[in-house]
């Protein structure tokens, strides 16, 4: 009786479950609760019941709820036409990326092969429920987005391991989240921006169907909440802001503006052997430095009258940008009080010929040019003797180290500290952007000037406008932090007629530089003393050595 009892045990279990799901089944098929009310497929906003709508609330578009974001009718229309064709193009990415994926398991675990069976994203787009632009100060375009998904896809991927084939279904996908993106920096390369930077604003909502060999898992009691929960955990985790997926665009390279990280200290020494070229005396030389690719003026040593050998001991800072592209140009030429000034020579030195922190005494042989082939470079010019170091800003001077550990980093600073002062040394960056509303009773060219420890800087005139766009960087190349000065700006108009250039005062405002000191760099619009309306948008950086 033993083996029969548990038989006839077993067989009653298989009879009561398959007559408990076919009743189960015919209840909810059959038998409709009767407190549910029907509601017509579209009402008036106003014809709600209260009741109603407060269970609607949650599903309004942001810009019902948030009047500060817009519709983008026009948008989810473009989207809908076009999502045939994006079905088929993002499934063929999908595709493509996950191919390498499944191969890496291909032979392992018992696994002979993982492929799609079914790849469509179905028949029903995704839809945003509004989009909101957000106001920046940066080369930037922040705007931020709602988007909802409750799409039909069909996605098979079916896993063959050893004789068994299992299928697993992905259905009824839907997803709602709200994102914020940036668009940055602007190039003016197409499309206009390097980087794509996508961050949620909250945790996204997600829900769907699996099928596994036919079976729902997700009808599992507990199964459903807990695989949403750990999606959306996951994701966030990811993506939340201040997290952040950065899709990128153009090149880094293209269109990129290099700020500068370092300075080149040039200490132009002595020359010996010049050429004369003068009838009755000796020549006048003067040494002119600049940095190739730099639009900055050109710095010029002193005037040493009727010698050949002239001795100048003059230090010399300029910012560099690229110091693995850049190189320094040395050009001699001969004073002349009347006409042009004579060229005694030139020669070129790559900045990647130095180490960080690392002084470098050179002597160069002068030449006509850098043609190899000029016949006047086998006449010989005489020598130019000096003293280099390029010392990196502080926050980029990781980047230059190499090698050099920080004893040996420090050792190397405290060598240069006999000619040059580094403590409190920096360069501030004034970037004049804009101007907006700044009127002039007689006339609008408006230009700005830049005044700081009485030196000037002056920005182009834009005419006849009353927002003029100047995006031009000044330099000061300072001793000691600024903590305790202004740096004042004006923005002024001139016009010249029938020989006479009249001026006038658009505005002006003094900016403490304290708090460019301590945050490294501000990046505000200040309303205009003196002016009605006008703002000035200024861009300030200070960079210590």
């Known amino acids: 009786m033993g083996f029969f009892g548990s ?12 007559i408990g799901l076919i009743v189960g089944y015919v209840l909810f098929i059959y038998f409709e609760p009767r407190d549910v009310k029907d509601y017509p497929e579209s009402s008036p906003f106003d014809e709600i019941e209260p009741n109603s709508l407060v269970d609607l609330l949650p599903e309004l578009p942001l810009w019902v709820m948030n009047p500060d974001y817009e519709r983008v009718n026009w948008f989810n229309e473009f989207i809908a036409n076009m999502w045939p064709y994006l079905d088929k ?7 493509s990326t996950s191919e390498p994926i499944f191969a890496e398991y291909i032979g392992k675990y018992q696994i002979k092969s993982i492929e799609f069976e079914q790849l ?11 989009i909101k632009v957000y106001d920046s100060n940066e080369k930037e375009l922040v705007f931020e987005f709602a988007v909802r998904w409750a799409g039909n896809p069909n996605i098979v991927v079916a896993l063959k391991l050893l004789s068994l084939k299992i299928s697993a279904q992905l259905v009824d996908f839907q997803v709602a ?44 009691p507990g199964l459903h909440h807990f695989v949403q929960e750990t999606i959306s955990k ?11 997926l950065d899709i990128p665009i153009l090149d880094s390279s293209i269109g990129a503006v290099k700020k500068p990280v370092g300075i080149l200290h040039v200490k132009v020494l002595r020359a010996q052997k010049l050429l004369n070229m003068d009838f009755l005396s ?3 030389p003067y040494v002119k430095l600049s940095l190739g690719g730099d639009m900055l003026p050109a710095k010029k040593t002193t005037v040493k009258m009727n010698s050949l050998d002239p001795v100048w001991d003059e230090d010399f800072k300029l910012t560099v940008k690229d110091p693995e592209a850049q190189v320094l140009q040395l050009h001699l030429y001969d004073w002349e009080k009347i006409g042009a000034h004579d060229k005694l020579g030139m020669q070129v030195v790559p900045l990647k010929l130095l180490k960080p922190y690392e002084k470098k005494e050179l002597t160069l042989d002068l030449v006509h040019s850098l043609n190899p082939n000029d016949p006047q470079n086998k006449k010989p010019r005489g020598q130019l003797m000096l003293e280099m170091s390029f010392i990196p800003f502080q926050e980029d001077s990781i980047k230059f180290s190499g090698p050099l550990s920080f004893h040996e980093r420090k050792e190397s600073i405290s060598s240069l500290s006999d000619d040059i002062s580094l403590r409190g040394a920096g360069l501030l960056l004034v970037t ?18 830049v005044v700081l420890r009485g030196e000037k800087k002056k920005t182009k005139a834009r005419n006849k406008t009353w927002n003029p766009k100047w995006e031009e960087e000044f330099q000061f190349m300072l001793e000691e932090a600024p903590l305790k000065e202004l740096i004042h700006i004006e923005v002024k108009s001139k016009k010249r007629r029938f020989g006479f250039r009249s001026k006038e005062l658009l505005g002006y405002v003094d900016i403490q530089l304290k708090d460019v000191i301590f945050n490294g760099r501000i990046n505000e ?18 960079k210590v050595i």
């Open 525 to 542: 619009k200040y309303h205009l003393i003196n002016s009605k309306d006008g703002i000035l948008h200024v861009d300030i950086r200070w």
């Open 120 to 130: 469509t994203l179905g028949t029903i787009p995704p839809r945003l429920h509004g």
């Open 7 to 18: 038989l006839l045990g077993i067989l009653g279990f298989g009879v009561g479950i398959s």
């Open 432 to 449: 004049v952007i804009a101007a907006e509303d700044v009127e002039g009773k007689n006339h609008t060219n408006p230009y700005a000037i």
């Open 89 to 95: 193009a993002i499934c063929g990415i999908i595709k």
């Open 234 to 244: 996951q994701v966030a985790r990811l993506y939340l802001w201040p997290q952040t």
């Open 282 to 284: 000796k020549s006048d």
């Open 177 to 220: 989240a709200t994102a914020r993106a940036t668009l940055k920096p602007f190039v003016p390369t197409f499309p206009c921006f390097s980087n794509i930077v996508v961050s949620l604003t909250k945790k996204p909502e997600v829900d769907f169907g699996l099928k596994v060999i036919g079976g729902d898992l997700m009808a599992i």
